[in-house]
């Protein structure tokens, strides 16, 4: 027996490649979702309509057939269920065959190069949209399940980048195949078909990832705030991956948690603060900044943190005076965790250094001491910052 996958692009046999056109023919069976299915239901073969991996291998064990293409939408290998079916037939010879994918499809329509093109998948689950946005020039949307076009839109406007150019595929490679141009804020109320594409053009996108970003581009209040070079080294420290999960407990105006979001661009950060002003400024900074990967919340941290999912790193720049509870909750949660505290005051320094060996962590104690200058008449003086212990994790 031989499993073929193939590859079958936008859906209809116009768009599949020979080599897919070939796999086709000669196959015993064709399985697949319905809607793969229908193009091929004139020739005379065996259908089985399925779409999960589990259900199609228990099928093919036991259907006795020569030869089998499985069809898969796009192209294999492009968010494509390819390759944990191929995972679990361990005992069958299979082969891989490229189709058309959406991307490629699409941005030939428009005539536009895909090879620069960041990438996201919200077919049955969730995303980080706005930082996509922010962070690349041209952004790939698959939609399907419960985010639709319109969310996309809604979400750019409230984050402030309503002016985002957005072109939107519907049904492509079929007879009602439509392509819908237009501002985020004018698609708002759009109704895309469930078949869906999106790409989002930002040529304002950032060019480099912002490391220590100046304080006076925060939305300031009365809480407080991590100064910039605190922040720059706290963020760098805790070597934060792509997709972490990180949490910043104390969050103040959510400099830190805005600084964590731009470093896990597909991870998400949890800012966490009992006071209500500190809450409402982390909300619209990281709205500013494009942050729709920070989770927001109000309470007491010894107590929210039993309710968060793992974290990958902790940040804590004010604990409430239960450092204590809050560092061995973290350890529960994650026991290899990258963490690191900031302390003020020597008594902060000397409990957290307790806490640390209570728990068997090393620490690594850095003190900084930041000194700018200002202008006095025609002399530039020295205006020296509280110095700032950061406690790290070894």
Known sequence: ?????????MG???????????????????????RMLEPFRHMEKQFFEEYKSAEIVRYIETCGCKNVAVL???????????????????NVETEFISGI?????FLSKLKKDWSDCHFVSLHGKSGNVVRSVCSHEKTFFLLGGDVAAADICKKLYEYGKGDILLYIGENLGYENEKITIGKAHELIGYCADGLSV???????????????I???????GKVPMTKKEIRANVVAGLKIGKNDVCWDIGCGTGSVSVEMAVQCGKGTVYA????????GLTIENSRKFGCDNIIVVEGDAAEKVEELPVPDCVFVGGSGGEMERIIGAVLTKN??????????????????????DKYGLVPDITQLAVTRTRKIGGHTMMSAENPIFIIKRK
Not at 101 to 105: A, F, H, R, W
Not at 272 to 279: G, L, R, S
Request: with cysteine; aromatic share 8%.
């Open 1 to 9: 027996m031989k499993v073929y996958i193939v590859g079958i692009g």
């Open 12 to 34: 209809s046999e116009k768009n599949m490649t020979a080599e897919a056109v070939e796999a086709v023919e000669k196959a015993d069976v064709l399985i697949g979702a319905k």
């Open 72 to 90: 898969m939408s796009g192209d294999c290998g492009f968010f494509s269920g390819a390759k944990k079916l191929s995972e679990l037939l361990t």
């Open 101 to 105: 994918s959406s991307p490629v499809y």
């Open 198 to 212: 999106m790409l989002a053009e930002n040529p304002d996108f950032e060019r480099f990832i912002p490391c220590g």
């Open 214 to 220: 100046d304080d006076e581009s925060f939305v300031r």
């Open 272 to 279: 966490i603060d009992k006071n209500p002003e500190a809450i």
């Open 335 to 356: 026991s290899n965790i990258r963490l690191t505290v900031t302390a003020v005051s020597l008594e902060t320094l000397s409990e957290c250094i307790r806490i640390f």
